[in-house]
């Protein structure tokens, strides 16, 4: 409501937007979406950054970050439980993914929540309000606990104050087709994974893999949804050609992500009132 607020009082607001990369994935490329956003948003500074926690933590606190890392885990799919002390043994794996950005890792599901508040903490005061949106990219996987069916699923992107975006969870959480996972289980039977080649003929294109080549221009919309929770609270479109939409299958990812339009009607018209300044406040 504040940035509404302001967005009502002020025509004329700036926005600096910080992207915050993630070593490890070969293919993104946040120059690109630099441009993007700037062809999307207007007149808007825009500042790549290395890695979120490598640029902003202070290296006296790397044990005490990594304590808190350890807190945000996950330690049962079916239930948030957080009172677990953290054994010595976490804490030093934590700290070695901090030191090593670059190193692809797997196994850990964090609390989105959670984490996001530990990724604040790192914010620093001058950076911490409205006119600045930070958008961290991370190749931890998080997820958010569901009340309706008592578990935990993996997420794409946390929206908040920062917005992360899971380069693992694109990968991970949105769920593959039936084909997919009929093929797994046949060769799951056998004893084996599904042979590279029977991926490319029989799925190509169907499912984003690590390092996709595509990843960068999927990327893009994932953006755009952590700017639009920052400028209007809200995220998402029900409108499943639009880059807004909160896609939970892989094929939804590239549809909406990879295909024409890139946005439906009615978001198009608000990034052009963001563009030209003249959004107004909807509901006090
Ligand atoms: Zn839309």
């Known amino acids: 409501m504040l940035l509404m607020k302001f967005f009502e009082e002020k025509n004329d607001f700036h926005l600096t937007i910080f992207l915050y990369g993630d070593p490890s994935s070969k293919t993104l490329n946040l120059n690109e979406i630099k441009d ?59 700290k070695k993914l901090i030191e090593c950005p670059e190193k692809k890792l797997s196994g850990i599901l964090y609390d989105g929540g959670r984490l996001d508040v530990a990724f604040q903490s790192l914010i620093p005061q001058e950076e911490l309000d409205f006119h600045n949106v930070h958008i961290v990219f991370t190749n931890r996987l998080f997820g958010t606990f569901d009340e309706k069916d008592y578990r935990y699923h993996a997420r794409v992107i946390i929206c908040g104050y920062p917005s992360i975006i899971s380069t693992t969870g694109i990968v991970e959480a949105p769920a593959k087709s039936k084909e997919f996972y009929y093929l797994k289980q046949k060769y799951l039977m056998l004893g084996m994974e599904i042979p590279h080649e029977v991926i490319k003929e029989k799925l190509q294109g169907n499912f984003i893999e690590y390092d996709d080549p595509r990843l960068t221009e999927i990327m893009k919309g994932y953006v755009m949804q952590s700017v639009f929770y920052h400028l209007i609270y809200e995220p ?13 299958w892989q094929k939804e990812v590239i549809n909406a992500q990879l295909r024409d ?5 009615k978001h198009e018209k608000i990034l052009q009132d963001i563009r030209t300044r003249q959004i107004k406040v909807k509901n006090q």
Do not use: M, W
Not at 236 to 248: G, S, W
């Open 36 to 94: 993007y956003l700037k062809q999307n948003l207007g007149d808007i500074d825009v500042e790549v950054r290395k890695d979120f926690i490598t640029y902003l933590l202070n290296s006296n606190d790397i044990d005490e970050f990594s304590e808190e890392l350890v807190q945000c885990k996950v330690r049962d799919l079916s239930t948030p439980k957080f009172d677990i002390e953290s054994l010595p043994g976490e804490i030093r794996y934590e």
């Open 236 to 248: 998402f479109c029900e409108e499943k050609n639009c880059r807004l939409y909160n896609a939970h």
């Open 261 to 265: 339009p890139e946005f439906c009607k």
